[in-house]
Nanobody, 115 residues
Framework: QVQLVESGGGLVQPGGSLRLSCAASGSISSSYAMSWYRQTPGKQRDLVATLISGSSANYADSVKGRFTISRDNAKNTVYLQMNSLKPEDTAVYYC?????????WGQGTQVTVSS
């Protein structure tokens, strides 16, 4: 069992930046992939960025060039650096860890982009 805890969300003005963190209770070094998703009320949860072990990162078209996913295996933490934020980035952001033995989700962190 792996527990994921997201942090770093909050209120930011358009054009601003935030860095989300996802801390895992166990090692993430053996994970197949670490990902960030986001969800707004009444809509499905959408993939924002994913980092597959041994491969490069993939991003949703809407965030390419603005968001960067990274991981620190020593700290068992995954990050999402979000720059040039737009009001349409407002959502609850979730971290997901994919292992051969299971898939785990965090509880989410709210990001609100508004002036």
């Amino acid at each position: 069992q792996v527990q994921l805890v997201e942090s770093g969300g909050g209120l930011v003005q358009p054009g601003g930046s935030l860095r989300l963190s996802c801390a895992a209770s166990g090692s993430i070094s053996s994970s197949y992939a670490m990902s960030w998703y986001r969800q707004t009320p009444g809509k499905q949860r959408d993939l924002v960025a994913t980092l597959i072990s041994g491969s490069s990162a993939n991003y949703a078209d809407s965030v390419k060039g603005r968001f960067t996913i990274s991981r620190d295996n020593a700290k068992n933490t995954v990050y999402l650096q979000m720059n040039s934020l737009k009001p349409e980035d407002t959502a609850v952001y979730y971290c997901k860890a994919t292992f051969r033995f299971g898939i785990y989700w965090g509880q989410g962190t709210q990001v609100t982009v508004s002036s």
